[in-house]
């Protein structure tokens, strides 16, 4: 979704910008990062699997590439090409404006190890998150994981009991992952005061929102994340502050009608 949201932000602010996929051979990052100076390009989005490769090839790194070890992001500082992950300070955005929920001293369960949920819990960490539980089906995976943040530790799902956020950074519920219909909190465990975000947006609505609405508490979509770290990169590349609505009914044409029930 990243050229439509892109260009529709370039649209609304009437800039002389243009956002395009770059099909870049494995291996080939570092290249590609070399490229920019030759062809002009003042910033790329990076994917997998390139993402460990243009860390370790952009001459600057954010504190969160640094500790993270890839980036998501490359933009100009100065003349200068700064590799940044904006995955995780996305999802705090989201959190703090669509769920008015500050991360400082809050206490935060996260489900998941992989890219998303690291970024995630890096972030919480460097925005002064006050206890970050790491979940995973791989105890090893989720102490490797809670490294990322002085707050954090490994724990398990029971520990939601204590939690103000919960946020699924794993694909259980995910529509095409390997467990569409799953929900990675037990019934029973959610309550009307957490706030619940689930970085899935392809359903809309999973099985663990479904079931965080029908206790009464907050819940969140990957909508918001998606649409919030794909601004911070825009307003690294442009220092414009990002039109989030031409962004999001860019990505999401129909999100002016009420979300479905499931």
Request: charge should be negative.
């Amino acid at each position: 979704m990243s050229p439509a949201i892109h260009n529709a932000a370039f649209e609304a602010l009437d800039l002389d910008w243009v956002y395009v996929a770059l099909p870049v051979a494995e291996g080939r990052g570092g290249e590609a990062i070399a490229a920019m100076d030759t062809l002009g390009i003042d910033g790329l989005s990076v994917t997998m699997p390139h993402k460990a490769a243009v860390a370790a090839a952009v001459p600057r790194r954010t504190r969160a590439v640094e500790t993270l070890g890839f980036c998501n992001c490359v933009f100009r500082d100065g003349g200068a090409l700064v590799g940044d992950s904006t995955d995780g300070d996305g999802l705090l955005r989201s959190m703090t404006q669509d769920a008015a929920v500050s991360p400082e001293g809050a206490r935060v369960l996260v489900i998941g190890t992989g890219g998303a949920a690291s970024a995630i819990i890096e972030a919480l960490g460097r925005q002064g998150a006050g206890e970050v539980v790491v979940v995973s089906r791989d105890p090893e995976r989720a102490r490797e994981a809670a490294r990322l943040a002085p707050c954090a530790r490994a724990g398990a799902i029971a520990d939601s009991a204590e939690a103000e956020v919960i946020i699924n950074a794993s694909p259980v519920g995910m529509a095409g992952g390997p467990d569409p219909t799953g929900n990675p909190v037990p019934e029973g465990l959610l309550r009307p005061g957490h706030v619940v975000i689930d970085i899935v947006y392809q359903p809309r609505v999973t099985p663990l929102l479904v079931a965080a609405e029908a206790c009464g508490a907050t819940a969140l979509n990957g909508v918001g994340m998606l649409v919030h770290q794909a601004a911070l990169a825009f307003e690294r590349w442009t220092g414009h502050t990002a039109p989030l609505e031409a962004m999001r009914s860019a990505a999401f044409p129909d999100l002016a009608e009420p979300l479905p029930d499931s």
